[in-house]
């Protein structure tokens, strides 16, 4: 079912918790909230949930209007990042209890839940209390326990933020494996890009309560819109570049005659990768004479740091792969960038 919101705002005292959020979250996809701290993920989420009431905006279902819907009426699952199983019941009541809540018999909701726990490879332990259980294996409960009840949308909340690096990896395939078979609608907050990018289909990034810019992983790496999202997903260069006489771009003492002119200054953005590095000028490129200032060896790759001659204080971080990845600190270089990989990034 399709998720919209439109408008939403809330505040908490002076607050802005959301400023006029307005989203549409597609049938069956897996949407990601990613932001930092403080970014109002959490409270959207809650209000979607109906934990939490907007000041002002509305939340509609396909076309039901849930605005107003007490959250036992939403149908959402929702988990937490902290553990909210209850401790004093096994892994198998856990998910029973919301089933028998709502009134399944029990033999009914005991078959259902052994289904679920199934699903999420925790058969053989469906005897256990939390306390005997790993925090990976009672996040897997606590996500058997929200699906049980076909929910129409999902809520994860921060839900691998607890556990340790490894269990967060093989969670992270786990849970895009439950919903890509159950085709659940389903959001997850982060402030981790990586889960973002690995798992989500469409990422709403948040920004003081605003949404700054919504798309696939791809979208926001190739064509981020502002210089935030571009350094929160990945990181990026960011060039200075003023307007000079007919428009001609310079980025310091150096007119860059590749790019097409410009009435206004701009920060322009290069990715990492996007730089390559030569002995001699690329022709039709901004080639840019610069000094190595640092070089880290990575392995399969170096982050070598560039220091262009018409603009040195504005260190620019080349990556360099497999055998291009020869540099050594004080070389006399050319910094490649090609236009097409250059954008306009707005504050
Ligand atoms: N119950 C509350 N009372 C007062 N202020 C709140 C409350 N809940 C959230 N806030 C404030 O609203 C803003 C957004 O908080 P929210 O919890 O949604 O952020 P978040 O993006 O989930 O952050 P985190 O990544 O730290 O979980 C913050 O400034 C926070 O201090
Ligand atoms: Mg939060």
Not at 129 to 137: I, T, V
Not at 218 to 232: G, H, I, R, S
Not at 329 to 337: C, P, Q, S, T, Y
Request: a negative charge.
């Amino acid at each position: 079912m399709t998720l919209e919101i439109r408008n939403l705002s809330k505040f908490f005292d002076s607050v802005r918790a959301l400023d006029d959020v307005s989203l549409k979250i597609p049938d069956g996809s897996f949407t990601s909230f990613l932001g930092p701290s403080g970014c109002g993920k959490t409270t959207l989420l809650r209000v979607i949930s109906g934990l939490e009431t907007a000041d002002s905006g509305t939340i509609h279902l396909d076309a039901v209007d849930l605005s107003n819907k007490h959250p036992s009426q939403r149908n959402f699952g929702v988990v937490f990042q902290s553990y909210s199983l209850f401790p004093n019941l096994t892994a198998l009541k856990n998910v029973t209890y919301g089933l028998e809540c709502r009134g399944w018999d029990p033999k009914r909701a005991n078959a259902r839940a052994k289904e679920m726990l199934d699903m999420v490879h925790l058969v053989d332990q469906a005897h256990k209390l939390p306390g005997q259980m790993s925090g990976g294996q009672q996040q897997r409960v606590a996500i058997a326990r929200a699906i049980a009840t076909e929910p129409s949308v999902l809520l994860l909340d921060e839900p691998l933020s607890a556990l340790d690096a490894k269990v967060r990896t093989e969670l992270r395939q786990e849970i895009k494996r439950i919903q890509h078979d159950t085709g659940i609608t389903t959001i997850m907050v982060t402030h981790d890009q990586a889960e973002a990018l690995e798992m989500a289909d469409q990422i709403v990034v948040l920004r003081d309560g605003r949404i700054e810019q919504v798309g696939s992983a791809q979208d926001l790496y190739n064509n981020p819109k502002t210089e935030f999202v571009a350094n929160f997903i990945g990181s990026i260069n960011t060039l200075r570049v003023t307007s000079g006489a007919d428009g001609v771009p310079f980025f310091g003492s150096q007119p860059l005659k590749a790019l097409t002119p410009m009435s206004h200054d701009a920060v322009l953005g290069i990715r990492p990768e996007a730089i390559t590095l030569s002995t001699e000028p690329f022709q039709n490129v901004v080639s840019l004479p610069a000094t190595v200032t640092t070089v880290r060896f990575l392995g399969n790759f170096s982050i070598v740091g560039i220091s262009p001659d018409c603009a040195p204080d504005q260190i620019l971080t080349v990556e360099l792969h497999g055998a291009a990845a020869t540099a050594a600190v004080g070389n006399k270089v050319f910094a490649n960038l090609n236009p097409d990989h250059l954008r306009e990034l707005q504050s």
